[in-house]
């Protein structure tokens, strides 16, 4: 097996090759490049929490981050805290970068903030900033950062892992160790271990931090002292759920 050029060698790391990387042999070589300590990208989804079983399978060191679109909402901090509980691990929590995109734009604020919210200067970053800014604490030697992507999840993550392979290094240091699981295979490691999906899941669908209508209307009803913290940082974040609600019933007062 050649070593990869430049971190991107297509014969190992593209889809439809006869060298395509998968399994022990991903895991063996990502070991190899950079060693035995993986970042985690931790969504609190059942990908990434296969992702995580299966990396502490085979050996792996796993330093876990996770990632909010606002500070401190309940339901996300019990979830996270599950999950340490059972690995025994600390989950490090950074700011979603769409956070501070949706304060800097002045998403779903009152005029009289959008000065002070300009005054503060907040950064731009991403996720090669918030991982490389873990390696730097740790005292890591750039690790790869393993992300529980699936190529059968949607067509976006086919054509996103058949554009950029299942391991990478341009901006942000990659892999994905279960790219070719199916969904029975997520399933069947969650069981064996016998741990608990997300809350989120019943909430959404999905595993999420996108602030939307769908979003802010279950969480309006299913946790209102979150949907509180949620309108301390986007006070407006009501007019969300009025302009959706409102277009549906004109459409409904339309069609009687």
Known sequence: MSKLKDWVDRRQCYPGT?????????????????????????????????????????????????????????????????????????????????????????????????????????????????????????GLDWPFCALGFRRAENLLRLTLLSQTGVMGFKNRRYFYPIWDWKIADVAEIINRYGLAISVEYEMFGCTTDRLNYRRLSVIRDCYPEDYAKILRWFPLAGLEIFRYESIAYEEAYDYN
């Open 18 to 138: 006869e060298d395509f990387l998968k399994g022990q042999d991903l895991l063996d070589f990502a070991r190899e490049e950079k060693g035995n300590t993986v970042i985690l990208a931790f969504s609190r989804g059942i990908d990434s929490l296969a992702t995580w079983l299966y990396l502490r399978e085979n050996g792996f060191d796993v330093v876990p981050y996770t990632m909010y679109s606002v500070p401190g909402l309940g339901y996300q901090k019990r979830v996270i805290e599950y999950y340490e509980d059972y690995f025994g691990v600390h989950i490090m929590r950074f700011p979603h970068p769409d956070f501070y995109f949706l304060l800097k734009s002045g998403t779903w604020q009152p005029p009289d903030q959008i000065a002070t919210i300009k005054g503060l200067d907040l950064p731009w970053f991403d996720y090669t900033d918030i991982e490389d800014a873990i390696a730097w604490d740790k």
